[in-house]
């Protein structure tokens, strides 16, 4: 009876192994990953999450209006799922400068933020547009947007030091890349 339920604590573990043999050693648990709280980071790190968190919301904004007036159900349905990865982004980056104890929003003087901010007034004017002309203007919007991200992404993947900041870094780069290539046929109409 002991030993079908010492089998059983093992299966339901998850372990992927069969019982172990007395004396046997016991498989050690997969290491973890530091938390962006234990991990180092730099001043790079923390500014490329500062300028990327109100970055993102700018392509929520915009994406969630492509989610509501694009009339190609391939536009729409790009625009909602930048608008669920930026919002899942944004949430990770704000717990990691809340983990390091940094203010989330940059300094409202902090030039080189604006330099990767989309006019909002180009956001606004993309709001009154339909059919075609909106399109077109969704397209171009978000590629300039997302070259932004990629150009700030590949500062903090030369600058920074965090290992979570980096690799959303990467990530980013070859998404937003990806996406620009997509998008760019779009406008090609294909």
């Known amino acids: ?3 079908a339920a010492l089998a059983a604590l093992v299966l339901v573990a998850g372990c992927g192994t069969a019982t172990v043999a007395p004396g046997a050693p016991r498989p050690r648990p997969a290491p973890v990953a530091p938390s962006p709280a234990r991990a180092a980071f730099n001043d790079a790190d923390v500014a490329f999450l500062r300028m990327m968190i109100p970055h993102h919301r ?3 904004r915009i994406a969630g209006l492509a989610a509501e007036r694009a009339t190609r159900p391939e536009l729409r349905a ?3 799922a930048v608008a669920a990865t930026q919002g899942d982004e944004v949430r990770s980056m704000t717990m990691w400068l809340l983990a390091w104890d940094r203010p ?3 300094a409202p003087h902090d030039e080189h933020a604006r330099l990767h901010a989309t006019d909002p007034a180009d956001i606004d004017a993309l709001g009154g547009l339909s059919g075609a002309r909106f399109e077109h203007a969704f397209l171009t919007l978000l590629i300039a947007h997302q070259h932004n991200a990629v150009e700030m992404a590949r500062d903090e993947s030369g600058n920074g030091v965090n290992p979570e900041a980096r690799d959303l870094a990467r990530r980013i780069d070859l998404s937003r890349t990806a996406q620009i290539r997509q998008m760019l046929g779009h406008l090609d109409g294909r």
Do not use: N, P, T
Request: no cysteine; hydrophobic share 50%; glycine share 16%.
């Open 1 to 3: 009876m002991r030993r």
């Open 58 to 60: 700018q392509g929520m």
């Open 78 to 80: 790009l625009g909602a």
């Open 104 to 106: 989330v929003h940059a």
